[in-house]
């Protein structure tokens, strides 16, 4: 899946559309790849590119789905083999970095945790089990005493 690169010049879809359609053409425009290809910015899809650092980026495919934890985006392995009397659910997962070729992940070390009751979903992230925990124990807890 590609996703929004939040290194783009552009903000909005609007705007890197308008300079797409300009630089399309106009001869020897070139987007450049990770694997440094080069392709003539005509034979790609809006979709495909950033412009970043004054040229065109064609995006990597990115094979994870991103979930935004408390403000940061992280992607999620599989469920964690672990019961506990509070019902949380964890999960091991790897913070998502941004290069000018789109998303990546460098390794799967912090520790989310969620916790889901009727209504809502709560979710927090640390280090190890005992911080994903205590983050997510202290967000129910000021969750509480602001409905007091």
């Known amino acids: 899946m590609i996703y929004k690169n939040p290194l783009s010049t552009y903000k909005t879809?609007?705007?890197?559309e308008k300079r797409f359609l300009q630089d399309c053409n106009k001869e020897n425009i070139k987007a450049y790849s990770s694997d440094r290809k080069v392709v003539p910015l005509r034979d790609l899809n809006v979709?495909?590119?950033e412009f970043i650092g004054g040229l065109w980026r064609i995006?990597?495919?990115f094979k994870y789905d991103i979930t935004l934890?408390?403000?940061r985006n992280m992607v999620l392995g599989p469920q964690m083999p672990r019961k506990e009397s509070n019902h949380f659910v964890y999960y091991n997962a790897?913070?998502?970095e941004y290069n000018c070729y789109g998303p990546f992940v460098i390794s799967f070390d912090m520790i989310?945790?969620?916790y889901t009751t009727g209504k809502n979903?709560?979710?927090a992230y640390g280090k190890s089990?005992?911080?994903a925990r205590a983050f997510l124990g202290i967000k129910i807890m000021d969750l509480k005493e602001k409905q007091k």
Not at 13 to 16: F, G, L, P, R
């Open 94 to 96: 790897a913070p998502v």
């Open 13 to 16: 879809v609007a705007e890197k």
């Open 69 to 71: 934890v408390r403000d």
């Open 121 to 123: 979903e709560y979710w």
């Open 59 to 61: 995006q990597d495919d």
């Open 47 to 49: 979709s495909e590119v």
């Open 129 to 131: 089990i005992a911080e």
């Open 112 to 114: 989310v945790a969620k």
